[in-house]
């Protein structure tokens, strides 16, 4: 067994032997044996005897005397214990070092304490070990360290031999209490001893065998060598005082047994001011009074007692209130580890779950997690409490907040986690459910109000977030609250919204854009199907309400294109204002649909002067110009008529087109129009991401090196070269038709 200097040696609190059987106890634990070892199984003892859990509902007793003195024996009768008693043959001391029993006794009915633990001392005057007075003093400790009454178990006819081994003992008592106590007397715990005087005749009334016993302690006393400023104390400062006789157990059987059974039923509690001392001098008084407790919590009295006894075997210098600290640190400790068994069983899944997320970097929401928290830390900081508390108040205090500390560390851990999990499936689960709105909303085909979508989905969002928040919350843990992470999951649904509500800008653009092509579409075309007819040509004569010239194409086109996008402007501005754009993102929304817009009538137009389109419509307006008279009506070409005449002119009239729908430009300014002015600079407010997806625009993007100009170009030369070619051709036959229908006509 080692006897190692401090308390922390062995573990072995709680630690149940479970094979450890009653039986195996009879007779109660050597709790130090005559080599002085203690014993590491008082734990395992006190587990069988069920003390362990009783915190402060025990008791400690000694007896002290003589050898054979009687003192097992009248343990045995008191307490029902089995200690080891001399047999009348051998007369050979029997108890060794100290043993221990609980009381055997039926308490209740008895009205005995619960949980007395009796100490049986080994005899002090020892015939056997008369050399070793180093034993006396230390058990003499180890008792006054544990016990709260000690009984002093002497016969009649030793009282008043103040000489006597009895008067050796006391003294050594009276010297460890003052060793032991009186540097920290605040802390100062009362003793009883009690006499038991044994054999007692009844020719001296106890009265008198008490007060002789009461001057001989006084006289004691007064010859202990005393701390400085303790010189003046009296015995009756530190200890009380009982006293009982006892008749002769062999002389007066019965009449011991009925003194012993009503001696016995004194070990009950009692309540006395604290502040009164003295004597307990009515034979019926209780023994166990609260200020004679040792207030070591009963699962930590093993440890206790092992490290007092430590102390004491290796000579230091025995320090209650630090012994008590050093315990209470231990205990502490151990029940922190203990408790912390079931919160690890609780939370640790939860800690993996997250982990696991962490690592596939999914975020789960666990539910019932903020039940699960609640209920762990209530359960641990309970538990802790529970079992903790009964020990030294300071460690305790310290240790609770250590607990506290790591539990809350790992809570806290769990509840942010969660948070985050809850922005990050909120902010997903916001934008989804808008971009569902919204499309809900586009096939029903009904205008959708979007900032109202945003609007009430943020709301949702919020409040999702905040009940799953609120549902984690930690009672009574200062750092369970979540204001900034609502904070920042607010400014995200925010940053989300703005996304959200840009992305519906380019939806609105595209429709808005696809409305001015399909307007385009129609409007344009149907000028340019004009063209087919020659009668609004130039060669028509000059008068009033003429129908609209070719040479103002342009004009028209340009009209039309700027009134339709302004229509559609008005349109986008409109909508865009409904779900709360920004006079800037309007702005730009506008400039990117008049761009836009311009590359729609481009293509339009490109569409329009592609080679067969074209072709054909000068083709038309040739044979409108050339097969019909000024009136509308379809000529019938004779051989005599100037068909070449007319088809020269026809031919001409419509070559002039050509040039005309080379250049977009206006007929007043003979320029073109005004694209970069009518576009405008590009809003301060512009993003990158706005400017992406846009074409540039010669004379407008300079730094496309493009001009006006060229933007504003139609055909180029060469195709102008090459159409004029493929048309003079189409004319051509046309003409040989013409000439071979005349020829024809007159033939018939
Ligand atoms: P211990 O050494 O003080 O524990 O003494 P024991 O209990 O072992 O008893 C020593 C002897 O004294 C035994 O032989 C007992 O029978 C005897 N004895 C016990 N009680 C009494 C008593 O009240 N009076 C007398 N005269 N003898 C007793
Ligand atoms: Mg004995």
């Given at each position: 067994?080692?006897?190692?200097?401090?308390?922390?040696?062995?573990?072995?609190?709680?630690?149940?032997?479970?094979?450890?059987?009653t039986?195996?106890y009879?007779?109660g634990i050597?709790?130090?044996?005559?080599?002085?070892?203690?014993?590491?199984?008082?734990?395992?003892y006190l587990?069988v005897e069920k003390i362990?859990?009783?915190?402060?509902?025990y008791h400690?007793?000694?007896?002290?005397?003589?050898?054979?003195?009687?003192?097992?024996?009248?343990?045995?009768?008191?307490f029902g214990t089995?200690?080891?008693?001399?047999?009348?043959?051998?007369?050979?001391?029997?108890?060794?070092?100290?043993?221990m029993s609980k009381n055997k006794r039926?308490e209740?009915?008895?009205?005995?304490?619960e949980n007395i633990l009796v100490?049986?001392?080994?005899?002090?005057?020892?015939?056997?070990?008369?050399?070793?007075?180093?034993?006396?003093?230390?058990?003499?400790?180890?008792?006054?360290?544990?016990?709260?009454?000690?009984?002093?178990?002497?016969?009649?006819?030793?009282?008043?031999?103040?000489?006597?081994?009895?008067?050796?003992?006391?003294?050594?008592?009276?010297?460890?209490?003052?060793?032991?106590?009186?540097?920290?007397?605040?802390?100062?715990?009362?003793?009883?001893?009690?006499?038991?005087?044994?054999?007692?005749?009844?020719?001296?009334?106890?009265?008198?065998?008490?007060?002789?016993?009461?001057?001989?302690?006084?006289?004691?006393?007064?010859?202990?060598?005393?701390?400085?400023?303790?010189?003046?104390?009296?015995?009756?400062?530190?200890?009380?005082?009982?006293?009982?006789?006892?008749?002769?157990?062999?002389?007066?059987?019965?009449?011991?047994?009925?003194?012993?059974?009503?001696?016995?039923?004194?070990?009950?509690?009692?309540?006395?001011?604290?502040?009164?001392?003295?004597?307990?001098?009515?034979?019926?008084?209780?023994?166990?009074?609260?200020?004679?407790?040792?207030?070591?919590?009963?699962?930590?009295?093993?440890?206790?007692?092992?490290?007092?006894?430590?102390?004491?075997?290796?000579?230091?210098?025995?320090?209650?209130?630090?012994?008590?600290?050093?315990?209470?640190?231990?205990?502490?400790?151990?029940?922190?580890?203990?408790?912390?068994?079931?919160?690890?069983?609780?939370?640790?899944?939860?800690?993996?779950?997250?982990?696991?997320?962490?690592?596939?970097?999914?975020?789960?929401?666990?539910?019932?997690?903020?039940?699960?928290?609640?209920?762990?830390?209530?359960?641990?900081?309970?538990?802790?409490?529970?079992?903790?508390?009964?020990?030294?108040?300071?460690?305790?205090?310290?240790?609770?907040?250590?607990?506290?500390?790591?539990?809350?560390?790992?809570?806290?851990?769990?509840?942010?986690?969660?948070?985050?999990?809850?922005?990050?499936?909120?902010?997903?689960?916001?934008?989804?459910?808008?971009?569902?709105?919204?499309?809900?909303?586009?096939?029903?085909?009904?205008?959708?109000?979007?900032?109202?979508?945003?609007?009430?989905?943020?709301?949702?969002?919020?409040?999702?977030?905040?009940?799953?928040?609120?549902?984690?919350?930690?009672?009574?843990?200062?750092?369970?609250?979540?204001?900034?992470?609502?904070?920042?999951?607010?400014?995200?649904?925010?940053?989300?919204?703005?996304?959200?509500?840009?992305?519906?800008?380019?939806?609105?653009?595209?429709?808005?854009?696809?409305?001015?092509?399909?307007?385009?579409?129609?409007?344009?075309?149907?000028?340019?199907?004009?063209?087919?007819?020659?009668?609004?040509?130039?060669?028509?004569?000059?008068?009033?309400?003429?129908?609209?010239?070719?040479?103002?194409?342009?004009?028209?086109?340009?009209?039309?294109?700027?009134?339709?996008?302004?229509?559609?402007?008005?349109?986008?501005?409109?909508?865009?204002?409904?779900?709360?754009?920004?006079?800037?993102?309007?702005?730009?929304?506008?400039?990117?649909?008049?761009?836009?817009?311009?590359?729609?009538?481009?293509?339009?137009?490109?569409?329009?002067?592609?080679?067969?389109?074209?072709?054909?419509?000068?083709?038309?307006?040739?044979?409108?110009?050339?097969?019909?008279?000024?009136?509308?009506?379809?000529?019938?070409?004779?051989?005599?008529?100037?068909?070449?005449?007319?088809?020269?002119?026809?031919?001409?009239?419509?070559?002039?087109?050509?040039?005309?729908?080379?250049?977009?430009?206006?007929?007043?300014?003979?320029?073109?129009?005004?694209?970069?002015?009518?576009?405008?600079?590009?809003?301060?407010?512009?993003?990158?991401?706005?400017?992406?997806?846009?074409?540039?625009?010669?004379?407008?993007?300079?730094?496309?090196?493009?001009?006006?100009?060229?933007?504003?170009?139609?055909?180029?030369?060469?195709?102008?070269?090459?159409?004029?070619?493929?048309?003079?051709?189409?004319?051509?036959?046309?003409?040989?038709?013409?000439?071979?229908?005349?020829?024809?006509?007159?033939?018939?």
């Open positions: 067994h080692p006897s190692a200097p401090s308390l922390m040696m062995n573990a072995h609190f709680a630690s149940v032997g479970e094979d450890a059987s039986e195996e009879e007779h050597q709790v130090i044996d005559e080599d002085k070892l203690f014993n590491g199984n008082l734990s395992t587990n362990i859990p009783a915190g402060f509902n400690v007793i000694s007896v002290f005397g003589s050898q054979s003195t009687g003192k097992s024996t009248l343990l045995n009768y008191l089995q200690f080891g008693v001399m047999s009348e043959q051998e007369r050979r001391q029997t108890t060794k070092g100290i043993w039926e209740a009915s008895r009205g005995m304490a100490m049986d001392v080994e005899g002090t005057d020892g015939r056997e070990r008369g050399e070793d007075q180093d034993f006396e003093r230390k058990s003499a400790l180890f008792a006054l360290a544990t016990s709260e009454v000690l009984i002093v178990n002497i016969w009649e006819h030793q009282v008043g031999l103040y000489q006597g081994a009895n008067m050796g003992l006391l003294k050594t008592v009276f010297e460890v209490n003052l060793q032991l106590f009186v540097k920290d007397s605040k802390t100062m715990p009362r003793s009883l001893l009690f006499f038991v005087i044994r054999d007692h005749l009844g020719t001296t009334p106890l009265t008198n065998l008490q007060n002789t016993l009461i001057q001989d302690l006084s006289k004691l006393w007064s010859t202990i060598s005393k701390p400085a400023g303790l010189e003046n104390s009296r015995i009756e400062d530190y200890f009380d005082f009982a006293f009982v006789a006892l008749p002769h157990k062999i002389l007066q059987p019965e009449k011991f047994e009925q003194e012993v059974d009503k001696l016995g039923r004194r070990f009950k509690e009692g309540y006395t001011d604290p502040k009164k001392s003295g004597l307990l001098d009515e034979a019926s008084l209780p023994i166990f009074l609260p200020q004679y407790h040792r207030r070591i919590p009963a699962d930590g009295f093993p440890v206790y007692a092992e490290g007092i006894w430590d102390q004491i075997v290796n000579n230091k210098d025995l320090d209650l209130p630090t012994q008590q600290e050093l315990l209470a640190q231990f205990r502490c400790d151990e029940i922190s580890r203990e408790v912390l068994i079931a919160f690890d069983e609780k939370v640790t899944p939860l800690e993996d779950t997250q982990a696991e997320d962490a690592r596939s970097g999914k975020s789960s929401i666990i539910p019932e997690l903020g039940a699960i928290m609640n209920a762990a830390r209530t359960k641990v900081l309970k538990d802790f409490e529970t079992n903790a508390s009964r020990y030294h108040k300071g460690v305790y205090a310290r240790k609770k907040a250590e607990l506290e500390g790591k539990v809350d560390t790992r809570l806290k851990a769990l509840f942010q986690k969660q948070l985050s999990a809850a922005h990050k499936s909120g902010v997903e689960a916001f934008s989804n459910a808008v971009s569902a709105a919204v499309k809900g909303g586009q096939k029903k085909g009904a205008s959708y109000d979007f900032a109202q979508i945003v609007e009430s989905e943020k709301q949702n969002a919020l409040s999702k977030f905040e009940k799953e928040a609120q549902a984690i919350l930690v009672e009574g843990a200062a750092w369970s609250t979540y204001k900034q992470e609502l904070n920042l999951y607010q400014k995200e649904l925010d940053q989300v919204s703005s996304r959200l509500r840009r992305e519906e800008m380019r939806r609105l653009a595209t429709r808005v854009e696809r409305w001015v092509r399909s307007r385009l579409d129609e409007s344009i075309g149907l000028e340019f199907n004009k063209l087919g007819s020659g009668r609004g040509g130039s060669g028509a004569p000059e008068h009033g309400d003429r129908p609209p010239s070719e040479k103002d194409l342009w004009d028209r086109v340009w009209t039309i294109f700027t009134a339709t996008v302004e229509d559609a402007e008005k349109r986008f501005t409109d909508r865009a204002r409904s779900f709360d754009a920004s006079p800037e993102e309007v702005e730009v929304g506008l400039w990117r649909l008049r761009r836009k817009s311009w590359g729609v009538l481009r293509a339009k137009i490109e569409e329009e002067v592609m080679e067969g389109n074209i072709l054909l419509k000068l083709r038309e307006n040739f044979e409108d110009k050339f097969r019909y008279d000024e009136l509308g009506v379809p000529r019938i070409w004779r051989p005599t008529d100037d068909i070449e005449g007319q088809y020269t002119k026809a031919r001409e009239s419509t070559i002039t087109l050509i040039p005309l729908l080379c250049r977009f430009k206006l007929s007043k300014t003979s320029a073109p129009p005004p694209l970069d002015a009518w576009i405008g600079d590009a809003p301060a407010s512009v993003s990158p991401a706005d400017e992406e997806d846009l074409t540039p625009i010669g004379g407008v993007d300079d730094e496309e090196g493009k001009s006006l100009e060229e933007e504003m170009t139609i055909l180029s030369d060469t195709k102008q070269a090459d159409l004029l070619i493929r048309f003079k051709k189409t004319a051509d036959g046309v003409y040989v038709e013409a000439k071979r229908s005349a020829i024809g006509g007159m033939t018939q």
